[in-house]
């Protein structure tokens, strides 16, 4: 994930569409100029600039885990051996693969790495651990957290 090199400076139109595209990623370009008050030219060139300038990341449809057989989700806690660079590198870039792992953060705390699997059932989380995870070098400690239910999941980022 590309960190944020420079604040972007949103005025109250990007606001507002930025607000409806991550309420309704798939309204089109003319119900959203007409819910923004503007052309749909203008809105369009908005969207796009939006996108250009790295604020739209990307578009997605929001799959239901359980009902495509995904229902276990799983917070893992990695800690490594030593904090090396090229241990971290190594570590990141064979997370990259796995697709299971829907996210991987860097942390402070008594973790270096969170990472969010989601997974079929405990047999496949168990392979996922003993043929992926385990044989990584470097990694001194893993602790799994178990999601029981989602209390809230949202995606949308508060614009202001």
Known sequence: MKEA???ITLDRHDQRILTLLQQQGRITNNELAEQIGLSPAACWRRVKALEDSGVIRRFAALVEPSLVGQPLSALVMVTLVRHHIDNTVEFEN??????EVLQCYATTGNADFVLRVVIEDM??????LNEKLFTL???S??????????????TAIPIR
Do not use: C, H, M, W
Not at 141 to 154: A, D, G, P, Y
């Open 5 to 7: 090199t420079k604040l």
């Open 141 to 154: 400690q893993v602790n799994s957290n178990f999601v029981l239910r989602n209390i809230k999941e949202e």
């Open 137 to 139: 070098d470097g990694i």
């Open 94 to 99: 064979r997370i990259l693969q796995y697709p």
């Open 123 to 128: 047999a496949a989380y168990d392979r996922f």
